[in-house]
């Protein structure tokens, strides 16, 4: 399975995205997704997570209440909006797939992610 994300771009401070992650030659349908970003010179970090069926959602505290996961199998696709964007949300983010059935107790290692898309720039700045 390969991973496509977009829907980055440059927003002011306040403003809001929606960004989309779509898998093409293989199906998600039956695994946990996850949400990254990476700042220049910054360690990746986690950001949200999502079961397969969507009865369980995570977030870092750092996004919780401001950004929103979610996903629709039937379109092979997991979406992040945010929310209230801040000058330091700027980052690369990443939508990965995690190679763990229990994602309660993995979901924010990286390391527990076994496919990555190529990552979409949101840059917030006035």
């Known amino acids: 399975v390969q991973l496509q994300a977009s829907g980055g771009g440059l927003v002011q401070p306040g403003g809001s995205l929606r960004l989309s992650c779509a898998a093409e030659r293989g199906s998600i349908a039956t695994y946990h997704m996850g949400w990254f970003r990476q700042a220049p010179g910054e360690d990746r970090e986690f950001l949200a997570a999502?079961?397969?069926?969507?009865?369980?959602?995570y977030y870092a505290n750092s996004v919780k209440g401001r950004f929103a996961v979610d996903r629709y199998n039937a379109k092979n696709s997991v979406y992040l909006q945010m929310n209230s964007l801040k000058p330091d949300d700027t980052a690369i983010y990443y939508c990965?797939?995690?190679?763990?059935?229990?994602?309660?107790?993995?979901?924010?290692?990286?390391?527990?992610?076994?496919?990555w898309g190529q990552g979409t720039l949101v840059t917030v700045s006035s």
């Open positions: 990965a797939r995690s190679h763990r059935s229990n994602l309660k107790n993995y979901y924010s290692d990286y390391l527990e992610y076994d496919v």
């Open positions: 999502i079961s397969w069926s969507s009865d369980e959602k």
